[in-house]
C-alpha cells in the first residue's frame, strides 16, 4: 500500500511554470532546514541540523547578517516515499524562507525543487549527490556543497579495483542518486578491468530483499557495492543469511548508509574491514568537539560540514548582496565561494567583507568553489574502513580529493 | 377483463388437447413451447437431473412436482441458463437454448422466479415491479440522460406495476424497501416481478410456499387470467390443492428423471407417484377421521415406546 | 497561535484542488460501491494511469497537452475494460481483493526500475503541465478577498485549476443525477442488491457492470488530470490503496448513493484535515501541546481521520445525506 | 626454485607494502595508473604492460616489479588504453575473459587502479562451461527462491489464517488485519529491547498481549457493533478506519524508523544443501506450520471450531441452536488476534519492524485468503504459499522490485478460472 | 390489508384482553401486550398477546406480513421488544440472548435461513445439539429414522440442498435436542406432501410426549386441525383465537385467512 502520506498535499502547491518573482528582501536573513528527521535518512539527520546550527551559532554571535540575527526554521524532508517534504516546503515558504537547506536525498530535493526556486528562494542542499542537479533547470537558485556523485564514484570504483575485486556486484537503491552513483561506479570498474556481474537496482521500499540478494549470490561476486539508505541494514540481514558475509566477500558501502549507529545491534564483526566512501575532507578535531557542543549524542558526522558551509555562505552572499532576497543571494553565492581573499569562518570573512574586499570562502568540507551550475568544483572523498565493532573510525583510511569534471 | 366465453375457450382447450393423451414420461404434445431432450446435471456422484424427453405445451398451466431434491429447482436452473447441464440439448419455441446465458433466456419470453426469493432489498417493492419490464429505453446509458426519452414509457410500467401490485396485496407496500417484506410477501413479489416481464413462458418455484391459503386462491384466478391470455405456466408446487385446482397436466420428477405425466385427476392416483411423492393423502384432504386414525397409530407407537423405555 | 492562517488555510481548502481533485475520484467510486454495489478498491489506478497518460504523452513522446488527456481518458476506459473482465463475475468480496490487486500492479509497474524510461521510476514524472497554464484565462497574479482579517487568495494557475475542476464536478454531478434516476440506475442498483435476480429479468447484468466501471473510472480518471495539472507531477506512491481508502471514507461520509455526497465528503474531509493540521502543528510550535513533537502531529491528525472515519459509521452509518432506513436493511 | 624465488619476493613484498601503506594515506601525490598482477595469491612478475592515450600515442611501457605491481605516472589526465602482453605472461597463465586491453581514465591528481584477473589456462572451462554453471547456478539460486517462498509463504499463512478466522466468523473483511501484524511485532520489540527480555519470553508475551487486546478489541468494539446491528460492508469501511488509527498511533509511538529486535539480528545463515537459511528462519518455519495445522484441525474437528463455522454461516440460527455467538466471536478475536500477532514477531524477524510492515503485507495476505477459497483455513494456508512462492521464484524472470506483479497477478488469474477461489466452493443458485 | 379487513368484532374477537388474562395464568410460556419491530419507529407487533400451557400445541396463522415470524422471533430474543414481556416459567425473559433460551429448553426452527449452508448436514445436527454434545449419536440416529435422506446425505453441505431438504435438515436440528418448548415457524413449507404428512405427525408426537409446541403455519387447515388452540394474528394484533375446530369452521377466517380452495 502506498506511503504514509500520500494524500496529505497541502493546500499550496507552486506551479513549476511561473516565473521566479522579483527580489523582496524584508532585511532579515530567513533560513529554512529541509532535513530528514523521519524517514530512511533520518540518522543523517542530526550531524546536518548541528552543522547548521553551529553556524548559525556563530554567525550569529558575529553579528547576524544584514545587522539583525538571523532566524531559522526547521522542518523535516522525510524520505520520497512520503511527501513530507512538499508539505514542509510549502510551510517554509509561507514562513518567508529565503533560502532553504536540504533536502538530503537527491530525490526529495527534486521533488520539490521547482516549487522552492519557483518561489525565489535559494534552494541549498549540502548532501545531494546525484549529477543530475547539474544539469536540471534550477533558475540559478539550486546550490550544494555536496560533490556530485561522479568523485565518489571514480573513488569507490578505483578503491574496488586496487582491491582486487575482478567481479563485482552493484546493489543499488532506485533513485537518482542510487542509480547515478552506480552507474559512475560500473563505469570505472569496467573501464578499469574490473566486471559486474550482477547489478540490482532495488526498491528501498521493499519489505524484503532475499530475492535481490538471491540474484547476487548466483552471481558469486568477490566485491559488494552496497548503495542505499538505512534499509542497508536489511540487505546485510539478508547477505549474511544467504551465507555471503563481509568475511567472505568484500563490500563497499556509500555516504547514504555508512554509519556508526545503524549495525549497532548486529552480531560483532559482522562489518568488520568492510570499506566505505563519503564526501568531505578531513574535519578537525576542534570542529567535531564544537558539533558535540551542539549536539551532544553525534554518532555520524556525515555533512555536517557541508551543511555548516553552506549556512555560511548563504550568509555571506546576503552579506555581499546586501540583500537578504533569494535571488540577490543566489547572485553573490559563486562570488563568495572562489576569487579573493581566502578566509575560513564567518567573521573572519563577514570582516573582510565589510573591509570591501572580495572574499573566497573556504570551508571545512573542502575549498567549495561554486561552478556555473551551482556544484563545488573540487572536492574530497573519504575512504573509511569498519571495525570489528561495527563502527568506523573518524579518520579516514585515505582522502582523495579531485576535480569534479576530471 | 376477457370475456367469460374466451376464458373457457382456453382452458377447454387445453383440456380438449390432454384428454386422449397418453400418460407415460415424455409424451409428445401437438404444440409446444418447451422441448426438452437428455438433460442431464450431476453433481459429484449424485445425479440431480437427468430428464430423457419432455414437452410442455403452449397456452396450458403445467405443473411440475416431484418429491424433495428430486431435481426440480436444477430442472429449471439449467433450462433457465443459470447452471451449466452436463449434457443435454433443448428448443424454446424452436429455438435451441442450450449454453445462453439467463438474460438473453429471459429476453426470449421464458422467465423464472427462485424459490428461495430473490427480493432486491434496498429498492422499494415498486421499483422491483419497475425493473421486470422489458425493453425499457431507458435503460440505455446514452437515452438516461435524456428523461424525456423514457418517462411516457415509465409511466405505462408504473401503471401496470400497481396492478399487479394490488391483485398481489402489495399495494399497501408500495413504497417500502422490498428488504422489509415479510417471507410470504417477498414470494408474492417475486412472482408479481417476474409477471411484469411479460413473458411467454413463466416458470413459477414453488410459488405459493409460505403465501395465505386465502391470498393463493385469489392468485390462483390471476394464473388462470394468464393463461387466458396465452401465456404458457410451468410451475413447482407441493401443494396439491393448487395443483388440482389449476394444471391441465402434471409431470412428476423423482430422482432426477420424469416418472409420470398425465392430467392431475389421474396422476394424483398413480401408484409410483403415490409411494414416491404423496404419500397417505393422495387423491383427497386428510379427512379428520384419518387424521384422528394417524394419530392413533402415533399414539400407540408412542406408548410401545415409552413402554420399552421403561422395561429398560 | 497564528489563527488567521489556520482559518485561511481551512477556508481555502473547502474549494481547493485536493478537494476537487478527490471530489471527482469519489464520485466515480460512489457510481461504482454505492449505486452498483462493485467494491472497487481500484480507483487510485484511474487516477494513475490518468495522471501518468498525460505526463508521459507530454514528457516522454513530447505531444500537446491535449492528446495527453485523451490518452489518459482512453487509458482509464481500457483499463476498466481490462480490470472488469475478469473481476465483474466475481463475489462483492473477491472483487475487492482483485481490484486492489490490479491497482497495485499498475503501481508497481509505475514505480518499477524496469520502465524508468517511460515512468520515471519511483520519482514519476514532472513538468507537463504547461500546456495547461498556456490555456489559462486568468493573467498571472493572486485572486481573492479578505474575509474580515483572514485573506482568502489563490494563484492564478491555482485558480485556474480550480475552475475546470468544479466545472468538471458539476457536470458529472449533472450525470449522475439523470442517469441514476432513469431505469439505467435502477439496474444498477438492483444489482448491488442481487445479481441473479436481476438477470432472470432479462438484463444483461455483466454488460451494465461494464458499463458502470468504466462510467466511474473515467471520471475518476478525471481527479487524475486534476492531480497531474495541479502539482505538475505525478507520483507512483500518491497512487496507493491508502488514496482509495480516503475515497471510500469521503464517499460515506457525504452518503453512499447520493448525487452530491462524494462532493461534500471530500470537502469536509480536507477541511478537517486541514483544520486539525492547521492546529495541531501550530499548537506544537507555539507550545501549547508539549507531548508531542511537530512530526507526531502530523501523525495524530490521521489518527483523528481514522478516528472520525470510524466514529461516523457508527454514529451516522448513513452519511450525511444518507437514508437511514436504508442502513437498517439487512443485505444479507 | 623458482618458484620459492618468487615466494619470496612476494613475502619481501607485502612486507614493504605493509609498512609502505600508510604512505598512500593522505592525498597521495600520484596522477596516473597502477595496477598489481597476482596469480593465485602469487604476484606476477616481469609482465609488459603498454599505456598508451586514447588515440593510440605510446605513453609508456613498463614490466611488473618482483610485487607484480606497475606504475606509469602521466603529464595530462584523460582517457587511456593499457595493454599486457600476454605473451610475458607466464606459461600456465591466462587473462580472464581474455581480454588484454583496459582504458581507464586518469583524472587530475589522482591515480587510477588497472585490474587484471589472471587464471590458470586449463581453467578456461570455469570460462567456457558457464552455460553448464549457469544452469546449476540457475537450479541453486531456484531452490534458494523456493525456500525464501516458504517461508515468506508461511508467515503470509499465519497472518492469512488470523484474518481468515475472523472473516470466516464475523464476515468482516478486516482491513485493520496488517496493523495487528504491525501490533504483535511492536508489543514484542517493546518487551524485547523496551524491556530488556530476551526475545522469545518477549515474544510470548507480545502474544499474549495482543491476544487480550483482540479480545478486548471484539468486546468494547466490534461486538458493540454487531449490538447495533452494523452491516458487513460498513465494518469493513470501519476497519478501514481503525487500519488508519492505530498505524498512525504506532507512528507516533514508534516512530517511521526501521528497527531490529535486539536478538537474532544478521543471523549467518548455515549451508542446506543449494540453499542457505539462518537458524533462526527454521525455527520460525517449524512454529509456523505447527500453528497452522493445530488451528486448522481444530476448526474442522473441534465443536468450538464448528461452532465458530456455523456462526459465520448464519449468527442468528447459531444463537437458536444454543451456540453463545458473541463467546464464540471472541474467542475467535482472541485467537485471531494472537497469531496475526505471531506473524508480525515473525515478520520482524524475518525483515525487521516498521510501523507499516503489517500494511505492506496486507494485500499479501488478502491475496493468498482469497487466491485460497475465502473463510476456509486450509485454503488461506494454500493460497498464502502459493502467494510466497509465486512472488519470490517469479524473481529468476522478472525483475524483483515487480515481485509482487506475478503474485498478483496469478491471483487474478486463478480466479478468473476459479472464482471461489482454490479451495472455495460454489454457492448453489436458486 | 384494506380497510374492510380490520379484525373484526366477533364472539372470538379478543377485544378484550381478560380471556387471555384467564387462560394465561398458569401457562408455560406467555406473552404480554407485546410490541416490537425492526425499523425505527415502525411497529410489527402491536400489542400480541399469546399463552401456552403445559403440553398444549398452539397454532398461530395469518396473512402474509402479520408479524407472526415476528412474534415467534421477539419471544425468542432475536427482535427486540420495545415493550410488554415474555414469561417462562415464569421467568422473566424479555429480551434475553436466545442461547441462554435454548439452555432453558426452548427450540426454534426459523422460517428462513434456518440452516449453516457451510456446514454439513451433520455438523448441522451437531449444532442442533450443541448444548448436549453426548446426545449427539442417540438423538442423530432418531431423526435419521425420521428424514432418511439425510443419513444417506450426512457429508454434505447444507448450501447444496434443495429447498425441501434444508426444511428437513431444519426441522431435524431442532429435534436433535429435546427442547420442552418448541417454536416452529412454517416447519412444512416447500415439503412434499408426504413429508408434510410426516411434520404434522411428528409435530403431534412430540406434543404427545409432552414438548409445548408453537407452530406457525400457512398450511393453516391442517394446522389448525391438529392443534389444540389457535391464533389468528393480522397486523401484530390477535384477530382470532379459540380452538382449532372453532377457528376452522368460523365461516370469517375461513372467508378471510383459510380459504375455500382445499374444500373446492
Ligand atoms: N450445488 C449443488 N451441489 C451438490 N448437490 C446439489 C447442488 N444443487 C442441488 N443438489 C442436489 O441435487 C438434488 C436436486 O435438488 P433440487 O433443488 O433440484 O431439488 P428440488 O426438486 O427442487 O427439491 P425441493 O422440492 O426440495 O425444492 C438435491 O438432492 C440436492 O441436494
Ligand atoms: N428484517 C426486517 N426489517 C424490516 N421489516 C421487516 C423485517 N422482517 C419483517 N418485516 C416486516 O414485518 C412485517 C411482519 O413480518 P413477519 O415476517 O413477521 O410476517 P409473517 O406474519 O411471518 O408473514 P409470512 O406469513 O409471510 O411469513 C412485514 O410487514 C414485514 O414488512
Ligand atoms: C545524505 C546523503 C546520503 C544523500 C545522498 N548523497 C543523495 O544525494 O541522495
Ligand atoms: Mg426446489
Ligand atoms: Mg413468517
Known amino acids: ?406 | ?312 | ?332 | ?430 | 390489508m384494506t380497510a374492510a379487513e380490520e379484525p373484526v368484532q366477533s364472539k372470538q374477537a379478543v377485544t378484550d384482553r381478560s380471556a387471555h388474562l384467564e387462560g394465561a395464568a398458569d401457562a408455560v410460556l406467555r406473552c404480554d401486550e407485546l410490541i416490537a419491530g425492526y425499523l425505527p419507529g415502525v411497529n410489527i407487533l402491536n400489542g400480541a398477546d399469546l399463552y401456552v400451557k403445559q403440553g398444549e400445541l398452539i397454532g398461530i396463522i395469518g396473512p402474509n406480513g402479520a408479524g407472526k415470524s415476528t412474534l415467534l422471533k421477539a419471544m425468542f430474543g432475536l427482535v427486540t421488544i420495545r415493550s410488554g414481556t415474555v414469561l417462562l416459567k415464569g421467568e422473566d425473559i424479555t429480551n434475553m440472548k436466545a442461547h441462554s433460551l435454548v439452555s432453558r429448553g426452548v427450540g426454534y426452527v426459523p422460517q428462513t435461513n434456518n440452516v449453516f449452508p457451510s456446514l454439513t448436514i451433520e455438523e448441522n445436527l451437531e449444532m442442533g445439539a450443541f448444548q448436549v454434545p453426548g446426545k449427539f449419536k442417540e438423538r442423530f440416529e432418531f431423526v435419521a429414522e425420521l428424514f432418511p435422506a439425510l443419513k444417506e446425505r450426512r457429508k454434505q453441505r447444507a448450501g447444496s440442498l434443495s429447498g425441501g431438504e434444508r426444511q428437513m435438515v431444519a426441522m431435524a436440528r431442532a429435534l436433535m435436542t429435546e427442547p420442552s418448548v418448541l417454536l416452529l415457524d412454517e416447519p412444512s413449507a416447500g415439503l412434499s406432501p408426504k413429508l408434510q404428512d410426516l411434520v404434522f405427525i411428528q409435530a403431534q408426537q412430540i406434543n404427545k410426549a409432552g414438548v409445548t409446541v408453537i407452530m406457525v403455519e400457512q398450511n393453516a387447515r391442517r394446522c389448525l386441525q391438529i392443534c389444540h388452540r389457535g391464533y389468528v394474528l393480522d397486523q401484530g394484533r390477535n384477530a382470532y383465537s379459540g380452538t382449532g375446530k372453532q377457528l376452522a369452521n368460523d365461516p370469517k377466517v375461513i372467508e378471510l385467512y383459510l380459504g375455500t380452495l382445499a374444500k373446492a
Open chain 2, 1 to 312: 377483463m376477457h370475456a367469460e366465453t374466451t376464458a373457457n375457450d382456453r382452458k377447454a382447450a387445453a383440456t380438449a388437447v390432454f384428454k386422449d393423451m397418453p400418460r407415460e414420461p415424455g409424451v409428445p404434445k401437438p404444440d409446444p413451447i418447451l422441448v426438452v431432450d437428455n438433460v442431464v446435471r450431476r453433481f459429484g456422484g449424485l445425479t440431480a437431473v437427468d430428464v430423457e424427453h419432455v414437452e410442455i405445451q403452449r397456452g396450458a398451466i403445467t405443473a411440475l412436482i416431484g418429491p424433495n431434491g428430486a431435481g426440480k429447482t436444477t430442472f429449471f436452473n439449467q433450462l433457465t441458463g443459470f447452471d451449466t447441464a452436463d449434457s443435454g440439448s433443448w428448443t424454446f419455441n424452436g429455438r435451441a437454448m442450450n449454453g445462453v446465458p439467463p438474460h438473453k433466456v429471459a429476453r426470449n419470453g421464458m422467465v423464472r422466479t427462485f424459490q428461495l426469493t430473490k427480493a432486491l432489498s434496498r429498492l422499494t417493492v415498486i421499483e422491483n415491479m419497475r425493473l421486470g419490464a422489458q425493453r425499457q429505453k431507458g435503460e440505455n446509458f446514452w437515452r438516461a440522460l435524456v428523461p424525456a426519452f423514457w418517462t411516457g414509457q415509465e409511466d405505462e410500467i408504473t401503471e401496470r406495476a400497481d396492478d399487479l401490485l394490488r391483485r398481489f396485496k402489495l399495494d399497501a407496500k408500495r413504497e417500502d424497501f422490498a428488504g422489509s417484506l415479510s417471507g410470504g410477501q417477498r414470494k408474492l413479489l417475486e412472482m408479481a416481478r417476474a409477471l411484469m416481464v411479460e413473458p411467454e413462458l413463466v416458470m413459477l418455484d414453488e410459488p405459493m410456499a409460505g403465501v395465505n391459503p386465502a391470498l393463493t386462491q385469489s392468485l390462483l384466478g390471476h394464473v388462470k387470467d394468464l393463461r387466458e391470455q396465452g401465456m404458457t405456466v410451468l410451475f413447482v408446487e407441493h401443494d396439491m390443492d393448487m395443483v388440482r385446482d389449476i394444471s391441465d397436466w402434471v409431470i412428476v420428477m423423482a430422482q432426477g428423471t420424469v416418472i409420470a405425466e398425465g392430467p392431475p385427476s389421474t396422476i394424483m392416483s398413480d401408484e409410483r407417484v403415490v409411494d414416491a411423492y404423496l404419500g397417505a393423502h393422495h387423491d383427497a384432504p386428510l379427512s379428520d377421521s384419518e387424521l384422528q386414525a394417524q394419530l392413533q397409530d402415533a399414539e400407540a407407537e408412542l406408548e410401545a415406546e415409552i413402554e420399552e423405555e421403561t422395561q429398560k
Open chain 1, 1 to 406: 500500500g502506498g506511503g504514509g502520506d500520500t494524500a496529505t498535499q497541502a493546500s499550496q502547491s507552486a506551479a513549476p511554470e511561473s516565473s521566479a518573482p522579483a527580489a523582496k528582501g524584508d532585511g532579515t536573513l530567513t533560513l529554512g532546514t529541509l532535513l530528514p528527521q523521519t524517514g530512511s535518512l533520518a540518522y543523517l539527520g542530526p550531524p546536518e541540523f548541528a552543522g547548521v546550527d553551529l553556524a548559525l551559532k556563530e554567525i550569529n554571535e558575529a553579528g547576524g547578517v544584514l545587522g539583525k540575527p538571523v532566524t531559522k526554521y526547521d522542518t523535516d524532508s522525510g524520505d520520497t516515499t512520503t511527501n513530507i517534504a512538499s508539505q514542509s516546503v510549502d510551510k517554509l515558504l509561507a514562513q518567508k524562507a529565503d533560502a532553504i537547506i536540504g533536502a538530503a536525498s537527491s530525490s526529495v530535493s527534486e521533488s520539490v525543487i521547482d516549487k522552492i526556486t519557483g518561489a525565489g528562494v535559494v534552494h541549498f542542499s549540502p548532501a545531494n549527490t546525484s549529477d543530475k542537479f547539474t544539469t536540471i533547470a534550477d533558475k540559478g537558485l539550486y546550490f550544494r556543497t555536496a560533490p556530485p556523485d561522479q568523485l565518489q564514484g571514480r573513488v569507490l570504483g578505483d578503491l574496488v579495483i586496487a582491491d582486487g575485486n575482478d567481479t563485482v556486484a552493484i546493489m543499488a537503491m532506485q533513485d537518482s542518486y542510487g542509480t547515478g552513483l552506480g552507474d559512475q561506479v560500473q563505469k570505472t570498474v569496467t573501464d578499469a578491468g574490473g566486471q559486474v556481474v550482477v547489478r540490482v537496482d532495488y526498491d528501498p521500499k521493499a519489505a524484503d530483499f532475499s530475492a535481490d540478494i538471491a540474484k547476487i549470490k548466483a552471481a558469486n561476486p568477490k566485491g559488494i557495492v552496497l548503495i542505499g539508505f538505512e534499509e542497508t541494514a536489511k540487505v546485510i540481514g539478508e547477505l549474511v543469511k544467504q551465507g555471503m558475509p563481509a568475511s567472505k566477500h568484500k563490500w563497499y558501502m556509500v555516504d547514504g548508509n555508512m554509519s556508526n549507529d545503524n549495525f549497532k545491534g548486529m552480531p560483532k564483526g559482522t562489518l568488520d574491514g568492510v570499506k566505505g566512501t563519503y564526501p568531505g575532507a578531513a574535519a578537525s578535531d576542534e570542529f567535531r568537539e564544537k558539533l558535540l557542543e551542539v549536539n551532544k549524542d553525534l554518532a555520524d558526522f556525515t555533512y555536517a560540514p557541508e551543511s555548516y558551509d553552506a549556512t555560511n555562505l548563504i550568509a555571506l552572499a546576503a552579506e555581499a548582496a546586501k540583500s537578504d532576497a533569494g535571488v540577490d543571494i543566489a547572485a553573490k553565492l559563486a562570488e563568495v565561494s572562489k576569487g579573493g581573499e581566502k578566509c575560513t569562518n564567518f567573521k573572519e570573512c563577514v570582516d573582510l567583507l565589510k573591509a570591501g574586499k572580495d572574499i573566497d570562502y573556504d570551508g571545512v568540507s573542502g575549498p567549495v568553489e561554486f561552478n556555473d551550475a551551482g556544484d563545488p568544483a573540487v572536492a574530497t572523498i573519504g575512504i573509511y574502513q569498519y571495525g570489528p565493532d561495527n563502527t568506523y573510525p573518524v579518520k579516514a583510511l585515505e582522502y582523495r580529493t579531485g576535480n569534479i569534471g576530471g
Open chain 3, 1 to 332: 497561535m497564528d489563527w488567521i492562517t489556520i482559518l485561511s488555510t481551512t477556508i481555502k481548502s473547502a474549494v481547493g484542488v485536493e478537494t476537487v481533485l478527490y471530489a471527482l475520484a469519489a464520485i466515480g467510486i460512489n457510481i461504482h460501491f454505492g449505486y452498483t454495489g462493485l467494491l472497487n478498491f481500484g480507483q487510485a489506478a484511474f487516477m494513475a494511469v490518468a495522471g501518468y497518460g498525460l505526463a508521459v504523452t507530454v514528457t516522454v513522446m513530447g505531444l500537446p497537452f491535449w492528446v495527453g488527456i485523451i490518452v489518459g481518458l482512453v487509458a482509464a476506459a481500457v483499463l476498466a475494460l481490462l480490470l472488469g473482465i475478469p473481476t465483474l463475475h466475481l463475489r462483492a468480496d473477491y472483487l475487492a481483493i482483485v481490484t486492489i490487486a490490479g491497482a497495485e500492479i499498475i503501481r508497481l509497474v509505475f514505480r518499477s526500475v524496469a520502465f524508468k524510461d517511460i515512468f520515471g521510476g519511483s520519482d514519476g514524472r514532472r513538468g507537463f503541465g504547461t500546456g495547461f497554464q498556456e490555456l489559462n484565462p486568468f493573467p498571472p497574479g493572486d485572486y481573492g478577498f479578505n474575509l474580515g482579517p483572514i485573506p482568502l487568495f489563490f494563484a492564478h494557475w491555482q485558480l485556474w485549476v480550480m475552475l475546470v475542476g468544479w466545472v468538471l464536478i458539476a457536470v458529472c454531478c449533472l450525470i449522475v443525477y439523470l442517469v441514476m434516476k432513469s431505469p439505467w440506475g435502477r439496474v444498477l442498483k438492483a444489482i448491488r442488491e442481487d445479481e441473479d435476480a436481476v438477470r432472470s429479468l432479462g438484463k444483461n447484468v455483466f454488460s451494465y457492470k461494464m458499463q458502470s466501471l468504466v462510467l466511474g473510472g473515467v471520471i475518476g480518471c478525471l481527479g487524475g488530470f486534476i492531480y497531474g495539472l495541479a502539482y505538475g507531477s505525478v507520483q507512483p506512491d500518491v497512487f496507493g490503496t491508502e488514496t482509495t481508502f480516503y475515497l471510500y471514507t469521503m464517499v460515506i461520509l457525504g452518503g453512499a448513493a447520493r448525487v452530491f455526497g462524494p462532493v461534500v465528503g471530500s470537502m469536509l474531509f480536507w477541511v478537517l484535515l486541514v483544520l486539525l493540521n492547521g492546529t495541531l502543528s501550530e499548537a506544537v510550535a507555539a507550545g501549547v501541546i508539549t507531548f508531542i513533537d511537530a512530526n507526531q502531529a502530523g501523525a495524530l491528525r490521521y489518527v483523528f481521520v481514522g478516528l472520525g472515519l470510524i466514529l461516523l459509521l457508527v454514529f451516522r452509518p448513513q452519511g450525511i445525506f444518507g437514508d437511514k432506513r436504508e442502513i437498517a436493511i439487512d443485505a444479507r
Open chain 4, 1 to 430: 626454485m623458482r618458484r620459492a624465488v618468487i615466494a619470496f619476493t612476494a613475502f619481501l613484498g607485502g612486507l614493504v607494502f605493509l609498512l609502505a601503506g600508510p604512505a598512500h594515506a593522505g592525498p597521495a601525490d600520484c596522477q596516473g595508473l597502477r595496477g598489481t598482477l597476482t596469480f593465485q595469491g602469487q604476484p606476477v612478475n616481469g609482465a609488459k604492460i603498454a599505456v598508451t592515450t586514447e588515440s593510440g600515442q605510446p605513453v609508456e611501457e613498463v614490466t611488473t616489479n618482483a610485487q607484480g605491481a606497475w606504475d606509469v605516472q602521466v603529464e595530462q589526465p584523460g582517457r587511456f588504453k593499457v595493454t599486457l602482453d600476454t605473451a610475458t605472461l607466464p606459461q600456465n597463465v591466462e587473462i580472464r575473459g581474455g581480454n588484454n586491453v583496459r582504458t581507464p581514465t586518469v583524472y587530475e591528481g589522482n591515480c587510477s587502479s588497472v585490474l587484471y584477473a589472471l587464471q590458470a589456462k586449463g581453467a578456461a572451462g570455469q570460462q567456457q562451461g558457464d552455460s553448464g554453471a549457469g544452469q546449476s547456478t540457475f537450479w541453486a539460486q531456484a531452490a534458494q527462491l523456493t525456500f525464501e517462498g516458504l517461508n515468506l509463504g508461511l508467515i503470509i499463512a499465519l497472518a492469512a489464517l488470523g484474518l481468515s478466522l475472523i472473516y470466516g466468523t464475523t464476515g468482516l473483511t478486516n482491513f485493520a488485519h496488517g496493523e495487528l501484524v504491525t501490533l504483535g511485532a511492536i508489543l514484542t520489540y517493546m518487551f524485547n529491547v523496551g524491556f530488556g527480555l530476551h526475545l522469545i519470553p518477549a515474544a510470548v508475551a507480545g502474544v499474549i498481549l495482543a491476544g487480550a487486546l483482540g479480545y478486548g478489541q471484539d468486546r468494547f468494539f466490534w461486538g458493540q457493533l454487531r449490538k447495533r446491528g452494523t452491516g458487513t460492508i460498513a465494518m469493513m469501511i470501519i476497519s478501514i478506519g481503525v487500519a488508519i488509527f492505530l498505524r498512525y498511533i504506532f507512528l507516533i509511538f514508534f516512530s517511521a524508523q526501521t528497527e531490529s529486535f535486539a536478538q537474532y539480528t544478521a543471523q549467518p545463515g548455515i549451508e542446506i544443501g543449494p540453499i542457505s537459511a539462518a537458524p533462526k528462519n527454521l525455527v520460525a518455519m517449524g512454529i509456523e506450520l505447527a500453528v497452522l495445522i493445530v488451528v486448522g484441525i481444530a476448526l474442522t474437528r473441534t465443536r468450538t471450531g464448528k461452532a465458530a463455522r456455523a456462526v459465520a454461516d448464519n449468527p442468528a440460527l447459531a444463537a437458536s441452536s444454543g451456540i453463545n455467538v458473541d463467546g464464540v466471536i471472541r474467542i475467535v478475536w482472541t485467537a485471531g488476534a494472537a497469531i496475526a500477532a505471531l506473524a508480525g514477531v515473525m515478520l520482524g524477524l524475518s525483515q525487521n519492524l516498521k510501523y507499516t510492515m503489517g500494511q505492506d503485507i496486507l494485500l499479501l495476505i488478502f491475496a493468498g485468503v482469497t487466491l485460497g477459497g475465502l473463510g476456509t483455513a486450509f485454503g488461506a494456508l494454500v493460497g498464502s504459499l502459493v502467494v510466497g512462492l509465486f512472488i519470490q521464484v517469479s524473481t529468476l524472470w522478472v525483475p524483483p522490485e515487480l515481485k509482487s506483479v506475478g503474485a498478483l497477478a496469478v491471483l487474478i488469474i486463478v480466479l478468473l478460472v476459479r472464482p471461489q477461489g482454490i479451495l472455495g466452493r460454489r454457492e448453489r443458485i436458486g
